[in-house]
């Protein structure tokens, strides 16, 4: 299925990091990128399963957690603290948008992005409707994973072993509804065929699921 969409650069936060939000016609939902370490807006797999997501007529933001100059200070880049504040900054922002205030917002988040997604999750529980984490650590998160209210997706990759034990743990850690995937042959960075494929797959119908009644209750 072929979608029309509308693309628009944005910025987003009190210094103004820049992104693109992506809208179908009717959208179901909005989902927010979250980022890993050494990424940026124009990840070439975040924008794959931002495409993927359009297919399920979900919007998407995708935008810079840190300014040039932040990123160039690596503590940054593991700054949970920090990256979960830049979120919110993101879903404050959602907010302020007429057209958008009322649809339901997930959060995507990779490597240590998805930390960052399960921190605002944790601490904006009456504002994010689902969590997808792609080969995450959201152990990083600490102790808000017992405080995450949204039903939350874990994608790791068969091969990707010390990352799968990391997230069972989390997993045992969080309260919320939650579910653990994976994707056979995979590892850490879905660069093997078909693999990043199948985890966009799963991530759509996540928050197809847990977005498309179009509005928040």
């Not at 990424?39 to 995708?62: D, I, K, Q």
């Not at 404050?92 to 490597?111: H, T, Y």
């Not at 045992?172 to 994976?182: F, P, Q, V």
């Amino acid at each position: 299925m072929t979608t029309t969409m509308e693309r628009e650069a944005v910025w987003i936060g009190a210094i103004g990091l820049p992104g693109e939000l992506v809208l179908p016609a009717q959208p179901n939902g909005v989902v927010v990128f979250a980022h890993g370490s050494g990424s940026g807006r124009l990840s070439p797999r975040n924008a794959f399963v931002a495409h993927m997501l359009h297919e399920h007529r979900l919007g998407t933001v995708l935008f810079d957690l840190l300014s040039v100059a932040e990123a160039a200070d690596r503590r940054n880049v593991f700054d949970i603290e920090l990256l979960g504040a830049r979120v919110a900054q993101a879903l404050d922002w959602l907010e302020l948008r007429s057209e958008l205030a009322g649809l339901r917002v997930g959060l995507f988040g990779a490597s240590t992005g998805a930390a960052a997604a399960l921190h605002a999750a944790a601490d904006h529980p009456g504002r994010v409707a689902a969590v997808v984490s792609r080969g995450g650590r959201p152990d990083l998160a600490g102790e808000r994973l017992a405080r995450v209210a949204a039903p939350t997706l874990l994608i790791v990759g068969g091969l990707d072993s010390e990352v799968l034990q990391l997230n069972r743990a989390a997993m045992r850690a969080m309260t919320c509804r939650k579910r653990l995937e994976i994707v056979p042959g995979a590892t850490h960075l879905f660069e093997e065929p078909g693999t990043l494929d199948a985890a966009a797959h799963l991530a759509g119908a996540w928050f197809e699921t847990h977005l498309a009644s179009g509005h928040k209750s």
